[in-house]
């Protein structure tokens, strides 16, 4: 997928090729916003995020289809306060999933407006 590589080169340290995605690693979760808008500016589909506890630090892994190959988009953040910026006013779909990983991880999604628990 050169067309995505290209156009996240400059937001990511690494790339990581796997059986059925290649991930991209963030050089910071500032660069998170910029990332999703190249990706959405190559027809990608937002999927979903899932979070992994990995002791001192949240991973987040944003989930997308571009042309039928899935991308993911990479963004480590402190265990302590972990804070992203949100997506979902860029991607409406996004907010179901920060909204769980929210009540799941204790991560806070910066810009999003908060409604009440799922649970």
Known sequence: MSDAYAA??????????????????????SHLRDAVRALLNLDAHFIT???M???NIVRLLYHFDVKGEIL?????????SPVVDSISDIVAAAELSEREVS???????RGRKYAPLFL
Not at 8 to 29: A, G, V, W
Not at 72 to 80: G, K, M, Q, R, S
Request: aromatic fraction near 14%; charged fraction near 30%; charge should be neutral.
């Open 49 to 51: 995020i899932t979070s």
């Open 72 to 80: 993911t988009l990479v963004v480590d953040l402190p265990a302590i």
């Open 103 to 109: 009540e799941f991880s204790e991560v806070t999604f």
């Open 8 to 29: 996240l080169s400059k937001f990511c340290e690494r790339t990581e090729r796997r059986k059925y995605e290649t991930r991209y690693y963030l050089k910071s979760p």
């Open 53 to 55: 506890d990995l002791g």
